[in-house]
């Protein structure tokens, strides 16, 4: 176990990848703060996390809520040294007018919400030069049928985090990590029959765990000040695109 007392927010922490950064992390002793929408579900996981895990009910689509987090980080656990950008949804699709709406919900969520999340808590990183990091997609590599808007959001992801990285740089270490198909409860949110199902037998038959992922996002924190891991890719070793 690590000896490092640095706190970590995680967003969308109640499930998948941001649940599993968190354990993973609290066993490497971090202090955390839980956000998420689901707050039973986050208050639960910090239970059971222990080590002063805090849990805040907060949507990255709403700054108000993201403002009244990032004052709780700071007087409960006197500010974020890391921000995890990991709360995002993939609702694959035909591109078709009847999406539209699950266009803008992941824009507003994947990008839009990211952005929101840095831009409140950059004080807060800047003043303890700390570390960013941003949970993007192999789609922000690849693009098949069906992920037009979703892998838009992910490279959108890239671009505005490459972008940081230099005008941050040297006090924050900005890093993107982009899984290949994972293991969480993604897919089982897309509306569109034939995605869904292709999308559900993948993290049947291909994905890797969650655990997998939270293990790079803690080897990249752990890496002295003078590096940087900028960019993971990583897919599991079956995995085509």
Do not use: C
């Not at 609290?26 to 996390?49: K, T």
């Not at 929101?116 to 922000?140: C, H, M, P």
């Amino acid at each position: 176990m690590s000896d490092t007392s640095r706190v970590a927010v995680i967003t969308g922490a109640s499930s998948g990848i941001g649940e599993a950064i968190a354990r993973v992390l609290v066993a490497e002793g971090y202090r955390v703060a839980l956000l998420g929408r689901r707050l039973e579900r986050i208050a639960a996981l910090a239970d059971g996390l222990g080590n002063g895990t805090i849990a805040i009910q907060a949507d990255v689509t709403d700054r108000n809520s993201i403002v009244a987090a990032a004052e709780r980080v700071q007087q409960d656990l006197g500010g974020a040294d890391i921000l995890i950008n990991n709360a995002g949804v993939m609702l694959t699709a035909p591109f078709a007018s009847d999406k539209r709406s699950e266009h803008r919900q992941m824009v507003e969520t994947n990008l839009l919400g990211a952005m929101t999340v840095t831009e409140v808590f950059l004080d807060q990183l800047r003043a303890r030069k700390g570390d960013l990091v941003n949970i993007s997609s192999v789609a922000a590599r690849v693009a098949p049928a069906g992920f037009a808007a979703y892998s838009a959001t992910k490279w959108g992801l890239n671009g505005w985090s490459e972008a940081l990285r230099v005008e941050l740089q040297p006090d924050i270490r900005v890093m993107v990590i982009e899984p290949g198909a994972v293991a969480t409860e993604l897919s089982d949110h897309i509306t569109h029959d034939e995605s869904k199902k292709s999308a559900q037998d993948y993290r049947d038959n291909v994905a890797m765990p969650a655990q997998d992922i939270a293990e790079v996002v803690a080897f990249a924190l752990g890496r002295p000040k003078r590096i940087t891991l900028n960019e993971i890719l990583v897919r599991p070793t079956i995995q085509v695109m």
